[in-house]
């Protein structure tokens, strides 16, 4: 963020971020039939997922992950279309407006839009009498009145896809008022005008196909960059997920997203076998990004979409989901979504079993793997990023988590000091003190912050870095150092058998 303004700086002693906190909610992108590329949309059911973005054979993979994620109680979830550069959407002329397709893609080529004459019974009631016209009584003798003297009766937007109505606009009478209904409430349909025609009645039309969309599902890690630049820094925290997405330079897009944005990133690897599984996940140690990633395999069995099917789930998804309920429960995102705060709902399964060495290997590469319990049910088994093992202070998934979560309060609490008078008793730097740590204290009580007494646990200076020079420059620093507190990855549990003869 460039002066004025606020910076939070992420090093090996201390946090940053920014935005509105939600620590459940994700960021998803992926290839869909239809639906937005330039804005991300906040969609909160699967049925609403495709109310925008189309049916499931149009983008089976994000589909299918959509599902997951509410089918584990997800709630928040921003999605985004990705499509390549060459894809368009479809178009027509229709009366004084040109009408696009509201997204690319050849599904446009499925759309007609007509305009109709509002029939509303009601109208008819209420015509005046004294005022009644025949339908050739406009002013260019076209059948287009209403009956009621008025030569530019109330009309209605009418768009069919596939030969079926799915869209209706409200009553409008000019194109402008066309314009501004699409704008502000039409999922299908793009309208502009020239601005001389705004305020030209609109007459009845009949159906106009839309022509000339095309698709590009050639989803390079570049069209990943951009997409994801979508999601700017003040959307706050999330989950950035492309479930499926197994291409190395398209991971290095989402960490580097991560990376600018202090956001945690859920990345799937090929799990065609455990060799390219550990190969996959070494490659990305020490990558920028790679603090804040947890990186999972294998695919994920899950009920499919028909009774008694199953279909093969990104791990991501299904994790996304998961970890938004487990935060949700617990209000403490140190503590991990995995072992018994982390059990999938429906899981059946998942595509490949590993044996107890492999398991333990990857575990140490920083790989999640998922574990069927004596129970049945599946639980996401692993809580370590990607950043390596070498990297001991970045190790854990949930404290990379913690540190920034609280660095998007951090900057919320920040903004409050930008502008303040830097006064000569260097009052301004303890009340950031103490804002700081009342931030920290409540991590504290969460117990996501390590430490017999808050003094273990953290410790803020916002005096020694604070200089003649720093403040003259009309700057303000503080430095917060913290330590999370790390999951129980391994329980040892030691079974002495006593004779009867001792005391146990």
């Known amino acids: 963020m460039p002066r004025p303004g606020t910076d939070i700086l992420i090093s090996e002693p201390s946090p940053g971020g920014g935005g509105e906190l939600d620590t459940g909610q994700a960021f998803m992108v992926g290839v869909a039939q239809r639906g937005p590329v330039d804005r991300p949309a906040s969609v909160g059911s699967l049925s609403l997922w495709e109310r925008r973005f189309g049916p499931r054979a149009g983008g089976p993979v994000a589909h299918n992950s959509v599902r997951a994620f509410f089918t584990e109680r ?178 290095a897009a989402i960490l580097a997203h991560c990376d600018r944005n202090r956001r945690p990133a859920l990345l799937d690897l090929n799990d065609q076998d455990d060799a390219t599984i550990a190969s996959d996940a070494n490659a990305l140690h020490g990558v920028p990004g790679s603090r804040f990633a947890a990186v999972l395999a294998p695919r994920i069995i899950y009920p499919g979409p028909v009774s008694g099917t199953t279909m093969l789930i990104p791990y991501s998804a299904v994790q996304a989901g998961i970890i938004a309920r487990a935060d949700a429960t617990t209000n403490n995102p140190n503590e991990a979504a995995a072992g018994s705060n982390g059990e999938s709902l429906v899981a059946r399964g998942y595509a490949r079993e590993f044996d107890n060495d492999t398991r333990e290997l990857l575990n140490d590469l920083g790989v999640t793997l998922p574990r069927m319990m004596r129970s049945g049910v599946m639980r996401t088994y692993g809580t370590r990023t990607v950043a390596g093992p070498d990297d001991t202070n970045w190790m854990w998934f949930p404290g990379s988590r913690t540190v920034l979560a609280m660095a998007h309060e951090f900057d919320n609490a920040a903004e409050e000091f930008v502008h303040r008078q830097i006064d000569g008793q260097r009052r301004l730097f303890t009340r950031l003190e103490v804002a700081l740590g009342g931030i920290c204290l409540e991590w504290f009580g969460l117990g996501a912050l390590y430490g017999d007494e808050p003094e273990e646990a953290f410790s803020i200076d916002t005096q020694s870095v604070n200089t003649t020079e720093t403040i003259a420059a009309g700057e303000v620093h503080a430095i917060v150092r913290l330590r999370t507190s790390p999951p129980g990855e391994w329980v040892v549990i030691e079974i002495q058998k006593t004779p009867i003869t001792q005391s146990v």
């Not at 019974?121 to 059948?143: I, M, S």
């Not at 402008?176 to 009845?204: H, I, Q, V």
Request: glycine share 10%; no cysteine.
């Open 74 to 251: 997800g709630s928040n979830l921003q999605f985004l279309r990705l499509a390549g550069d060459s894809a368009s959407a479809a178009q027509a002329e229709v009366a004084d407006l040109q009408v696009s397709a509201g997204s690319p893609g050849t599904w446009g080529n499925n759309v007609q839009v007509s305009i109709v004459a509002d029939v509303s019974p009601l109208l008819a009631k209420t015509a005046a009498p004294k005022t009644r016209k025949t339908t050739r009584d406009d002013e260019n003798g076209n059948e287009n009145g209403t009956g009621n003297g008025d030569p530019a009766g109330p009309v209605r937007v009418v768009v069919t896809e596939g030969g079926q109505v799915v869209e209706r606009s409200r009553q409008v009478r000019t194109v402008g008022e066309a314009l501004s209904w699409a704008r502000t409430g039409s999922d299908y349909l793009s309208l502009e005008a020239d601005a001389d025609d705004e305020e030209k009645p609109l007459t009845p039309t009949a159906a106009t196909d839309l022509t000339g969309g095309t698709d590009d599902n050639n989803i390079t890690a570049e069209v990943v960059s951009k997409t994801l630049n979508r999601f700017p820094y003040t959307m706050g925290f999330a989950q950035v997920l492309y479930p499926g997405a197994t291409d190395s330079d398209v991971h």
